[in-house]
């Protein structure tokens, strides 16, 4: 974050709610600045000093953070990189706390992405044995059957190397490119593209949607980024 935000920008980016959440609330007076209630969500703040008190609380920063990404096509899912700008280097005022992405999406995939400095709750996501559900939209080469739901549900065999487990397919629109939705509870490398591989289809785009109940911030657009709510760190915690 700059030396000067807007209040709203500020307030979403401290994890208070969303965009629209946080204007309504400064518009009933819940927000003050350095002692005065202020009711324009558009009225710039220097970050430096500033006091800000959300429902007579001050907002104060955490030891751990955590950042909803909209990660964009054409970066890769690293903390650094010699060639490629890194998702951790779309977070502009994640740069003191050593924050990492959890888990990957390819370079050229789109959506959801947390990014985060708490190595536990990346452990509870990742592990293999949680079967944290990832939903994911496609557009597909090819027309996506009822076969392949049915293959889908029964786990699809990958190159003789093994089985995925069973996942759900949702056709959206069936044609020469189909759309589909899928949820996936593993995340092995290129999982989703060499599902399609392997029932002879190619995906031409993936985004994913939602990681357990964490779901997308669909007002994010990608590259774009904003602080958890309290209320989605919880429930991530409680159930991932
Ligand atoms: N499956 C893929 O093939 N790629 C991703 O980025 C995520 C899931």
Redesign the pocket.
């Known amino acids: 974050m700059g030396d000067t935000v807007r209040l709203d920008k500020y307030l979403t980016a401290m994890g208070v709610g969303t965009r629209s959440e946080v204007k309504t609330y400064i518009r009933k007076g819940r927000v003050q600045v350095d002692g005065q209630v202020v009711k324009e969500p558009d009225i710039k703040i220097n970050t430096t000093n500033v006091q800000v008190l959300f429902d007579n609380k001050l907002l104060q920063y955490e030891e751990f953070v955590y950042y909803m990404l909209n990660k964009p096509a054409g970066v890769v ?1 690293a903390t650094t990189d010699n060639q490629s700008t890194t998702v951790v280097e779309l977070i502009k005022e994640g740069k003191n706390k050593d924050i990492f992405p959890v888990g ?3 370079k ?2 789109e959506g959801l992405l947390l990014i985060t400095n708490d190595g536990d709750l990346s452990h509870q996501l990742l592990s293999p044995r949680k079967h944290i559900g ?1 939903v ?1 939209y496609a557009k597909v080469k090819g027309c996506v059957t009822q076969e392949d739901i049915l293959a889908f549900e029964k786990g699809i065999r990958i190159n003789d190397e093994f089985t995925t487990l069973p996942a759900k397919l949702n056709i959206i629109k069936y044609d020469e490119i189909s759309e589909i939705e899928v949820t ?1 509870f593993e ?9 399609f591989m392997a029932v002879g289809k190619e ?1 031409i785009y ?1 985004k ?1 949607l939602s990681m357990g109940n964490l779901r997308l911030d669909e007002t994010l657009l990608p590259g774009e980024y904003r602080r958890l709510t309290q209320g989605e760190i919880n429930s991530l915690k409680n159930k991932g």
């Open positions: 899912s990957r999406l390819d050229d995939t990832k994911y996936i995340g092995k490398f290129h999982q989703v593209k060499r599902m995906v993936l994913r």
